[in-house]
């Protein structure tokens, strides 16, 4: 079974300023990574992902996450925030059963606050 | 590239009534997705199919709420009778077979008075 935690429910940060988002994940398996985003009132967007390839992963907009098996982690990461950064953000893990590929399992969400 | 369609974006019924949502997959797409969430939570998986067949339905409180994808493309979610803590936006998701990501729908939010 897999599970992710996002340590934070609520990040703020200034506008220009590091982005981090925190995401640990437990995984019977080699676990394929997701980071998603989520406007209000709207579905949810790949933001990037990790599928056993490198560790470190870019994404859309900016953003980057690296894979790091020995803390369980998959952070996310942007250099500069923008004021359209802010949303809801979700970490999310898939793993194998015996039926093949099984659905996201999602954290529960991170909403990120970028001050003027 | 045309995206997952769902309709209704807006529901709101009494409790005890029922309601159905449909999704649309993407073209080409073997596997279908329903999630709830709950306002304030990540989503939640509440059945898998796989062409027409469920592959999870493990979480899906099958004394109200059922779904069936019939010809394996389109799909429909069906709640009965309705409860206050069924509010949320039930969300829709394709992907190809394999360990890819998964495109998601706009939403159905679900209002239960």
């Known amino acids: 079974a897999q599970s992710v935690t996002q340590l934070g429910s609520h990040v703020s940060v200034s506008e220009g300023a590091l982005v981090l988002l925190r995401c640990n994940y437990s995984?019977?398996?080699?676990?394929?990574l997701f980071w998603y985003v989520q406007y209000p009132n709207q579905g949810l967007q790949l933001l990037l992902k990790y599928t056993s390839a490198a560790t470190l992963v870019k994404g859309i907009n900016g953003f980057e996450a690296e894979f790091k098996k020995s803390e369980t982690s998959f952070h996310l990461t942007k250099p500069s925030a923008h004021m359209s950064d802010a949303a809801e953000y979700f970490c999310a893990v898939r793993g194998y059963s015996g039926g093949g590929a099984d659905g996201l399992t999602f954290g529960k969400g991170t909403h990120l606050i970028i001050q003027p | 590239e045309a995206g997952v369609a769902q309709s209704p974006r807006y529901k709101i019924i009494e409790k005890r009534q029922s309601v159905a949502f449909w999704c649309n997959p993407i073209s080409g797409h073997a596997t279908l997705y329903w999630y709830q969430q709950i306002l304030g939570q990540g989503p939640k998986l509440l059945i898998q199919?796989?062409?027409?067949?469920?592959?999870?339905d493990s979480q899906l409180p099958k004394d109200r709420f059922s779904a069936e994808r019939l010809k394996g493309v389109d799909s429909t979610l069906k709640i009965q009778p309705a409860k206050l803590e069924d509010s949320a936006v039930y969300l829709c998701a394709s992907s190809f077979s394999g360990p890819g990501e998964l495109f998601f729908g706009e939403g159905s939010r679900l209002t239960v008075l």
């Open positions: 199919f796989q062409n027409n067949g469920v592959v999870d």
């Open positions: 995984s019977s398996v080699p676990p394929y």
